[in-house]
């Protein structure tokens, strides 16, 4: 299916003082539903902005956002909250688990709320964590937390996956097979899944590659061969 | 301080305002409350002082048994110690007036120019409230109304009882009412002890003192010079005090010997000028007897004189009667004869003149003889006719004499008669005046005797004559100081408990804010450390926060605490002192120990949270400190239980164990707010049940009308009360004021012994509190009130040692305890009356029971009783009631601030609660909002904590709110009041619902901030 996501013309700018921070100028791109879709750029480019207002999390100040035939820029507050639960997942570079819940609750943290979710502990045992779901987040590592935040994504059973440096904070092996996770989810079950990631490498993996660049687009790639995770080095 | 750190200081103020406010409101809260409860009770007595100070209340007077004299109150002015002094004529009489009936009032005979106004009083000066000042003596200023004293209105005459108790002491007796007064001497609505009438002081009056018929004074009321500065409840002026009475006691001394020799030499030279004047009178008496008694005899003398002439008088008569007589039958006899001689002659001259005749016939004889012998014949005739003619004249003569004669008889008689009559009236008088003698004797000798003995009895009570003595008392002899003292007392005791809990509450609250405050930090804080700063100087801009924090808190607490807490204690005060005005001073003693005792508890907390995360090494100080794990609870053990919760109420059930610091925080201040809230309540259920339970269920009468003493009630009275139709039922009982003694305590009360014990039950409820059984006095023959077992901590089989009004001492065994509310009592059986004081208990006052009345019928009612016979007094309990509402309105305005206390306690904790909460779990919260959780989902989330929280809190204030009303309600008790013991359900409902309402409050203001978490910032890196 053609242009399942769709930005056009989105801006976002801080007013910062004098000066006015085009966080998002004018971002103008589509992706297709079922693409595993990088997105790249140096620091400050807007990366998070943009997956941020794709996720309901925060508004554009002009454009038009779309998510398959949910217009987002133009969802209130209240609808942007539904939104988030049913349509959208989440992953963080810091993972974000509730520190009081364990793995298993934090997932079910996710799937007690929306429509029809995944049962908890497949989505676990699917990440490779089915011996540590009673464990609380300070027991696991890095790498295990963030499976934890992924299977709760996942769990929600989501239209798309949005993973803002979901390795940033993990070692190459661990980041790899978590990258794996998402790559496998995303042919598995045929769901969207944006990465922002700062490892060019990567960009071989996806099937779509949106450069940007001081808030604006600079390029998107189409690769018609991706390579799978195990074939990439860097 | 350098500017850098300064600047740094409000960097973080203005960073997390939320938390600095909550740090400075809790302290503002504890130093104001703490300075403000502890300068209660300093600044109601420095007002007091100040009130005492304007008003020249005298720091001590004195009463002279034998009364001052002019030298005695000129020997006291020239004390140095004395800065004025005030003499004055003082009694307690009954006066009658007109529409209160008799009342028991003590009359002030004070000097005219300082009664007039026309120079100030030397010593307790009054504020006029209405009205005027005297123009004339025969008018009077009455003390203002309260709760015992009655309000009589301008223009009352009072009229002195003069055959009552010192009614003898008066010169004028009537008196004008033309203004009231405000005396500090009387400035509580407390009563007044008396030895006249009931035994209770209903009204003060001020007249001149020329309306006493005394030459000397009873009392002085003295200003000492140097007691005006120091404050009349310190030590200082408690010593001051002392010194100086002791030395106006030894004055007395002197003074009384003087005074006693003053009085014996008076006696004597009065002694004396008797016997003389005895001496004189017996001399007189004599004397004068002895010419009544000269003046008798010669009476009877004359009198005697008197029966011989008269005596004699007869004598006479009978004798001049014979004599008369005896002439008379003479002087008959004679003419008798000289008749004889004239009839014979005449028979002669007829034979004559037959003879002639005859010759003449017989021609015998020739004319020229019967000439001759014709002429002859003729010639006797002739002397014939002369003979007959004297005869008749010496007859009258005769008979004239003999009525001359008798006349003169008839007079001497008619004489002697009234010579008789004269007599027979003189001896009467002589009688008269004879009994008139011996009577005047008696009469006189009696009189003699009686003088005799008064001169002996003055003579012996002369030497009986006791030493005259100065009683000198300080002001705590006066009702109203003693009664200030002791409740300013119980403020006091009260104003230690409050604040301590308060500081608590601030220090836990200031120990969850710094520590979340250094958990925010702790990168900064190891940098530092890691950069080699001390840790002194790492701490400085903690202590210096939180410094700040609790100094701008104290500073607000002090200028509100210091303001505003004395004045709403005293608002409550109003109810039972016509108070003055107040003074707040700042008091830098208690501002400088309540500020310092917040500061160094908060910044003992901060120290205290700064080391221990100091104490961690800088390298995991400048790694994001791993999330506190969770850690599994019991709870979780329940499988069944704990599968069924949702993931925020397992999050909310590990976070309550997890923070106790939050936990203590606002479980205290939670349960502070409902016990405080459930105190405030609680008062007002037990003012409530004080005054339904005993103006309804207690004191089931509405009129009580006083008589003079008797075994019954007055015939017209009687009569009265069965005819009125508006009353109902009666019964007469006898009422007298009793002073029970416990070791140096004097508590008076009233002592009440029924006419008819078995339908007394009928008019006052005898029953026992807690088991609600009925009393009855013949089976428990002495049962006292509660309020005075309470005081003198008395049971039943106690003995309390008491005094009736005719001071006669005894001793009782308390049998029974009967609730009660409003004044003490003791009920006593008629039979253990008698056992007791050894006298019978004479009725002396009717409890009726009407039907409601309005107060314009009730008046109608009570003047209509006024003007019975031997009515002295009718009173309905209305009036008592009603100076109760006063009470309960100051306490519903101290249950507005009680409320606003706690629930500023309640939500400035649970505002810190949550706004740690929220900051701590900011990420967690935003994760949940990224998650698509509602707004009502998150906010759930976040309050159930604190819901949880309330809830525990408020159900330890329960119980704790049950203690501390106890504990102020026993401050608040006297002899003459108990308030309600038990708290209603409903009070526990409010209590509760408040709480949560505040929690709710609290609530609602921070699902504000909630709602305004961004999302995205909060996805960012760990600070
Ligand atoms: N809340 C904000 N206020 C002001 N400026 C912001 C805010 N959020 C982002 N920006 C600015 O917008 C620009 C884009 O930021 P964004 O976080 O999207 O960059 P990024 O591409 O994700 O960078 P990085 O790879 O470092 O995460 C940056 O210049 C940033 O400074
Ligand atoms: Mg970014």
Redesign the interface.
């Known amino acids: 299916m053609q242009d399942y996501v769709v930005f056009q013309d989105v801006c976002k700018y801080y007013q910062m003082g004098e000066q006015l921070i085009k966080a998002a100028d004018q971002v103008t791109f589509t992706i297709d539903q079922g693409e595993f879709c990088v997105m790249v750029g140096p620091s400050g480019a807007g990366k998070?902005t943009i997956l941020?207002m794709l996720?309901g999390?925060?508004a554009c100040d002009s454009g038009l956002i779309r998510l398959e035939d949910c217009v987002v820029s133009q969802l209130t507050e209240?609808q942007l909250?539904?939104?988030?639960?049913?349509e959208?997942g989440?992953v963080?570079?810091?993972y974000?688990?509730?520190?009081?819940?364990?793995a298993l609750?934090?997932v079910?943290?996710?799937s007690?709320?929306?429509r029809n979710p995944l049962d908890p502990k497949e989505v676990l045992e699917m990440v490779g964590l089915a011996d540590r779901m009673h464990n609380?987040?300070?027991?696991l590592s890095g790498g295990e937390q963030q499976r934890v935040a992924i299977a709760?994504a996942l769990a929600?059973n989501p239209k798309i996956l949005l993973c803002?440096e979901p390795t940033g904070a993990l070692d190459y092996e661990t980041g790899k097979s978590v990258l794996k996770l998402l790559h496998d989810s995303c042919r598995q079950t045929g769901r969207t899944v944006i990465v922002i990631t700062h490892n060019q490498a990567l960009t071989q993996m996806a099937d779509r590659v949106i450069h940007l660049r001081s808030g604006r687009v600079a390029k998107v790639e189409r690769n018609a061969n991706p390579l799978p995770i195990e074939r990439i080095e860097w | 301080m350098s500017r850098a750190y300064l600047k740094s200081i409000l960097r973080a103020v203005r960073q997390s305002l939320a938390r600095f406010l909550a740090i400075f409101a809790i302290v503002a809260l504890g130093v104001g409350f703490l300075a403000g409860l502890w300068s209660t009770t300093p600044d109601m007595r420095l007002s007091l002082d100040t009130y005492y100070d304007q008003q020249r209340m005298a720091d001590v007077y004195i009463k002279a048994t034998m009364g001052l004299t002019e030298e005695d109150i000129a020997t006291l002015s020239a004390l140095p110690e004395v800065d004025s002094l005030l003499p004055a004529r003082v009694a307690d009489v009954l006066v009658d007036t007109i529409d209160d009936g008799r009342l028991t009032t003590r009359v002030y005979g004070l000097p005219w120019t300082q009664l007039n106004g026309e120079q100030p009083l030397a010593v307790n000066q009054w504020q006029l409230v209405a009205g005027r000042l005297p123009e004339s003596p025969e008018e009077c200023l009455i003390e203002q109304g309260d709760a015992y004293l009655a309000d009589l209105e301008l223009g009352a005459v009072l009229r002195i009882v003069t055959d009552g108790e010192n009614g003898d002491l008066f010169a004028t007796t009537e008196f004008t009412v033309v203004g009231v007064v405000a005396s500090p001497f009387y400035f509580s609505n407390e009563r007044e002890p008396s030895n006249v009438g009931k035994g209770r002081l209903e009204v003060v009056i001020y007249v001149a003192d020329s309306c006493y018929d005394l030459d000397v004074y009873t009392d002085v009321y003295i200003v000492s010079a140097a007691a005006t500065e120091l404050l009349t409840f310190s030590d200082a002026y408690e010593e001051h005090m002392e010194a100086f009475v002791a030395r106006l006691e030894e004055l007395g001394e002197e003074r009384s010997n003087l005074r006693y020799a003053e009085i014996y030499g008076e006696g004597q030279d009065e002694l004396d000028k008797a016997r003389a004047e005895l001496a004189e009178a017996e001399e007189e008496a004599a004397r004068e007897l002895a010419d009544a008694w000269q003046e008798i005899t010669d009476a009877r003398r004359q009198l005697a004189e008197a029966r011989i002439e008269l005596d004699r008088g007869y004598a006479d008569l009978a004798e001049a009667r014979s004599k008369l007589a005896h002439e008379k039958a003479e002087a008959e006899a004679q003419l008798a004869e000289k008749e004889q001689e004239l009839e014979q002659a005449r028979q002669e001259l007829e034979q004559g003149e037959a003879s002639l005749a005859a010759a003449l016939q017989a021609g015998l004889i020739g004319p020229a003889q019967a000439e001759v012998m014709r002429q002859q014949l003729d010639q006797g005739w002739e002397q014939y006719q002369i003979g007959v003619a004297a005869l008749e004249g010496a007859k009258a003569e005769l008979t004239q004499q003999m009525a001359e004669a008798e006349a003169q008889l008839a007079q001497a008689e008619l004489d002697l008669e009234r010579g008789e009559r004269e007599y027979a009236e003189g001896l009467r008088e002589l009688v008269k005046g004879e009994a008139d003698y011996w009577r005047a004797r008696a009469e006189v000798e009696a009189e003699l005797n009686s003088a005799r003995a008064d001169i002996e009895e003055a003579a012996r009570e002369l030497e009986e004559l006791e030493m005259p003595t100065w009683y000198v008392l300080d002001r705590n002899a006066n009702v109203s100081f003693a009664s200030f003292e002791i409740n300013t007392e119980k403020v006091q005791a009260i104003a230690t408990v409050f604040p301590v809990f308060f500081l608590l509450v601030a220090a836990l609250v200031s120990l969850a804010s710094m520590t979340r405050m250094i958990e925010e930090e702790r990168t900064q804080l190891g940098i530092m450390k890691a950069l080699g700063y001390s840790k002194g100087a790492i701490m400085e801009k903690y202590i210096g926060y939180c410094g700040l924090a609790s100094l701008a808190g104290s500073v607000v607490g002090l200028v509100v605490g210091f303001r505003y807490i004395p004045a709403v204690i005293w608002q409550v005060f109003a109810s039972m002192y016509k108070l003055p005005t107040l003074y707040t001073p700042f008091r830098w003693s208690f501002a400088l120990v309540a500020t310092g005792s917040a500061l160094l508890l908060t910044m003992l907390v901060t120290v205290y949270a700064c080391n221990r995360a100091l104490s961690e090494k800088p390298a995991s100080l400048m790694r994001p400190r791993p999330p506190q794990a969770g850690k599994r609870i019991l709870l979780e053990r329940v499988t069944s239980l704990w599968s069924r919760l949702t993931f925020s109420q397992k999050a909310t059930a590990r976070n309550l164990f997890r923070y106790k610091k939050h936990f203590y925080m606002t479980v205290m201040g939670v349960a502070g707010c409902a016990a405080l809230l459930l105190t405030g309540f609680g008062l007002q259920n037990s003012i409530d049940v004080l005054a339904n339970a005993q103006f309804n269920a207690i004191l089931q009468y509405q009129l009580t009308i006083d008589y003079a003493e008797d075994v019954s009630i007055p015939a017209q009275l009687e009569d009265w009360l069965q005819q009125q139709e508006q009353v109902l039922a009666y019964t007469p009982a006898h009422g007298e004021r009793g002073t029970v003694y416990q070791e140096d305590r004097k508590v008076y009360t009233t002592i009440y012994v029924p006419q008819d014990e078995s339908s007394f039950a009928q008019f006052i409820a005898l029953q026992e509190r807690a088991s609600g059984v009925a009393l009855d006095l013949t089976a428990s023959p002495v049962i006292i009130s509660e309020t005075l077992a309470r005081a003198l901590r008395l049971q039943p089989g106690h003995v309390l040692a008491i005094e009736n009004a005719d001071e006669i001492k005894a001793q009782l065994t308390v049998a029974a305890i009967t609730e009660n509310y409003v004044g003490s009592y003791i009920y006593l059986s008629a039979t253990a009356y008698e056992a007791a004081f050894g006298q019978e208990a004479k009725a002396n006052t009717v409890l009726a029971q009407t039907v409601p009345l309005e107060t314009a019928a009730q008046d109608e009612l009570l003047s209509a009783l006024l003007q019975l016979k031997d009515v002295e007094r009718a009173e309905f309990i209305d009036q008592a009631k009603h100076s109760f509402d006063h009470l309960v309105a100051s306490i519903d305005f101290l249950v507005v601030i009680i409320i606003l206390a706690a629930g500023a306690l309640a939500m400035i904790v649970l505002y810190n609660l949550i706004n740690i909460n929220i900051e701590e779990r900011r990420r967690e919260l935003a994760t949940l909002r990224v998650l698509g959780f509602h707004n009502e989902e998150v906010a759930g989330y976040m309050f159930r904590e604190t819901a949880i929280l309330t809830a525990i809190g408020t159900l330890v204030g329960m119980p704790l709110g049950k203690l501390l009303h106890a504990f102020v309600i026993r401050q608040a008790e006297s002899s003459d009041l108990m308030l309600g013991q038990s708290i209603e359900p409903l009070s526990y409902l409010w209590a509760v619902l408040l709480t949560l309402v505040f929690a709710a409050l609290v609530c609602l203001v921070m699902a504000r901030k909630l709602r305004q978490i961004q999302m995205v910032d909060s996805m960012k890196a760990i600070e």
């Open positions: 998070t941020n996720g999390m925060d209240k909250t539904d939104y988030r639960r049913h959208v989440f963080f570079q810091f974000n688990l509730v520190q009081n819940l364990t609750e934090n079910e943290l996710a007690e709320i929306c609380f987040p300070a027991q709760r929600k803002d």
